[in-house]
């Protein structure tokens, strides 16, 4: 029996590998049969590529340097394969346009971020018909609307007094770490509402960050895999969504109306009449709060740890200062307009480190591309990191230079699609602009409060999560300062 059962778990695994091995070789066939005749991308192949997981070895440590090497050996258009899926990149203006600018019909959202739906969850933006998830999607975007972005800045602005005012008048402190827990109170107060700031947002972060430790690179390939960090992400949702329920029910109930994002997604209906159930509520705040979260805190990081360094003190930071004494007092007027530098920052640490990567989409039907097919079934993915480095569009890539946002040189304007921090076409991020906002009141409130310096040299950036942000630690050191006067007030 004893031997029966050995030869059993030695037997079982490996006829598994070995059915497997047969179908990806069945399905290899079956593509080249389907594609015989067309002039496909070059397939990339190094050392750490491995017959049957292809390069997912050399993907999940460090994706970039992976597409870099290929991009420098095989051009602007190539492919990798990682566990029988072939994953198409596109690199440089010309591919980012193409990527841009295609339909939903021809270069698809849905699949490619399949992998989102036990995040966000069922019936949720992935796992939707396009109709609904346009609707969905148009919902969201109304919460966040020009005159919506007006109500939050003085919310913004009350939560950085309540949590930056405790510190005391010196010291130091994790940029990142603090960023991070500010913005989550922000996400409570402007998103999820009033009962979720005063009562419930040290649950909604504990939740949150379990969510979010559930998100890792083999997701992407595996998101149902079973292993531990998937199991808590599925049950932290659900008590995401237990939580939103009382608090859904309880404004239905009484017919409260709240100036937030909640209140929105409770007021919603689909065309046919029907409200946004409490779990779909719940999923697009879970997609807001993880989009929004993840660009806001990363993206205010990287500002911040680039414009202290020591070598800006008398030049950028002191042009900052500047800038925060004419602006007149925070608000949405002054974010908007009077800020042109600061705002150049936070695009110049968006073009350096973006919070995404990656962005993807399942090719539907054959696309051509420069003289190439790129064929039907095809993941594409496009990368903000690389365009932000490329040579033919930005002087001096690899440093931080906000002014190449200003005028006269506006080197970002070169061409219609030569930077995509935010995406771009008909799917351009829909949190840019309040994400833009949210940073730039933090950076306006810091620069007017605030003398800082970073510690040491700037991080190198953490590949290993999917959203991309500085790798601990992001020590800098501060002390309090009153710059105010009568025409700068918070």
Not at 243 to 252: G, S
């Amino acid at each position: 029996m004893d031997a029966f059962l050995s030869n059993w778990r030695v037997s079982v695994p490996a006829a598994a590998a070995a059915g497997g091995a047969l179908y990806m070789l069945y399905a290899e066939a079956s593509f080249r049969l389907k594609n015989r005749g067309k002039t496909l991308p070059p397939v990339y192949w190094e050392f750490g590529c491995l017959p049957i997981v292809g390069a997912a070895i050399p993907f999940l440590i460090d994706p970039l340097a992976l597409a870099r090497r290929a991009e420098k050996k095989c051009g602007d258009c190539f492919t990798i394969k990682i566990f029988g899926m072939r994953i198409t990149f596109l690199s440089g203006p010309d591919a980012q346009e193409n990527f841009c600018k295609a339909r939903d019909d021809e270069l698809s959202q849905k699949e490619a971020y399949s992998f989102a739906v036990p995040l966000f969850g069922e019936g949720v933006i992935y796992d939707c018909p396009l109709e609904k998830r346009t609707e969905q999607i148009k919902t969201v975007t109304n919460s966040l609307h020009t005159g919506a972005l007006g109500n939050y800045v003085p919310q913004m602005l009350h939560e950085l007094e309540l949590y930056f005012g405790k510190l005391p008048n010196k010291g130091q402190i994790d940029i990142y770490t603090a960023l991070s827990e500010l913005i989550i109170l922000t996400a409570s107060n402007c998103l999820m509402g009033k009962e979720i700031r005063n009562t419930l947002h040290d649950k909604v972060a504990k939740l949150y960050a379990i969510l979010d430790k559930g998100c890792l690179p083999i997701s992407f390939f595996m998101p149902y895999l079973p292993i531990p960090a998937h199991f808590a992400r599925d049950r932290a949702r659900e008590e995401m969504c237990e939580l939103f329920k009382k608090v859904i029910n309880k404004r239905r109930q009484e017919g409260s109306k709240e100036k937030d994002v909640l209140q929105v997604f409770i007021d919603s209906k689909y065309k046919s009449g029907v409200s946004f159930s409490t779990k779909e509520i719940t999923g697009l705040l879970i997609a807001l709060l993880f989009a929004g979260q993840h660009t806001s805190s990363v993206t205010s990081s990287w500002t911040g740890l680039f414009i202290n360094q020591a070598k800006f003190k008398d030049t950028l930071v002191k042009d900052l200062v500047e800038e925060q004494n004419k602006a007149g007092p925070i608000d949405y007027a002054s974010i908007k307009d009077k800020m042109p530098l600061l705002t150049a920052c936070i695009s110049e640490a968006l073009r350096m480190y973006p919070p995404l990567i990656l962005l993807m989409r399942r090719v539907m039907e054959d696309r051509k591309f420069k003289g190439l097919i790129i064929p039907e079934g095809d993941t594409i993915m496009l990368s903000p990191s690389l365009a932000g480095r490329r040579e033919e569009v930005w002087t001096n890539p690899d440093e931080f230079d906000p002014y190449r946002w200003l005028a006269p040189r506006e080197e970002h304007r070169k061409f219609s699609h030569g930077w995509v921090g935010f995406g771009g076409g008909r799917h351009r991020c829909i949190g840019e602009n309040f994400a833009y906002v949210q940073i730039k009141a933090i950076w306006a409130y810091l620069l007017r409060n605030f003398d800082m310096t970073l510690v040491g040299d700037v991080p190198p950036p953490n590949y290993e999560a999917l959203v991309v942000g500085p790798k601990p630690p992001c020590i800098v050191t501060y002390e309090r300062v009153n710059r105010r006067n009568s025409t700068a007030e918070c």
